[in-house]
């Protein structure tokens, strides 16, 4: 998953529009609509502010972005291990389910 697909997943279950976190994080909306469809890669003070907004911390998002490609080969059985658990942590932690990551991972 994309981090922007991830951005998307919780200003959805924020239940908050576009519109307003691109306003709360000072962005334009057409700004934010790229870095959720994946034309730009956010910014490392961009991701900060998101991060106050959806009170999520920046390391949530970039970990239900890795994948087991980008994982190197000798510790993707270990990945394979303990990867489902603690996204399943991450999102109850974070309120949000793995049922709306599945849902924004085939919404693609």
Same mark, same amino acid.
């Given at each position: 998953?994309?981090?922007?697909?991830?951005?998307?997943?919780?200003?959805?279950?924020?239940? &908050?529009?576009?519109?307003?976190? *691109?306003?709360?994080?000072?962005?334009?909306?057409? *700004?934010?609509?790229?870095?959720i469809n994946g034309a730009?890669?956010?910014? $490392?003070?961009? %991701? =900060?502010? &998101? +991060?106050?907004?959806? @009170?999520? $911390?920046? $390391?949530?998002?970039?970990?239900?972005?890795?994948?087991?490609? +980008?994982v190197p080969p000798e @510790?993707? *059985?270990?990945?394979? *291990?303990l990867a489902p658990s603690?996204?399943?942590? %991450?999102?109850?932690?974070? @309120?949000?389910? $793995? =049922?709306? %990551?599945?849902? =924004?991972?085939?919404?693609?």
């Amino acid at each position: 998953m994309e981090i922007g697909e991830v951005i998307k997943m919780f200003i959805k279950k924020r239940k &908050l529009s576009q519109g307003q976190v *691109a306003k709360d994080i000072g962005k334009s909306r057409t *700004a934010l609509s790229q870095i959720i469809n994946g034309a730009y890669k956010p910014l $490392p003070e961009t %991701l =900060e502010s &998101l +991060s106050k907004v959806l @009170n999520v $911390p920046v $390391p949530v998002f970039h970990f239900l972005c890795i994948d087991e490609e +980008s994982v190197p080969p000798e @510790n993707r *059985a270990l990945f394979r *291990a303990l990867a489902p658990s603690m996204e399943r942590y %991450l999102l109850d932690v974070f @309120n949000t389910s $793995p =049922e709306d %990551l599945e849902i =924004e991972k085939k919404a693609l």
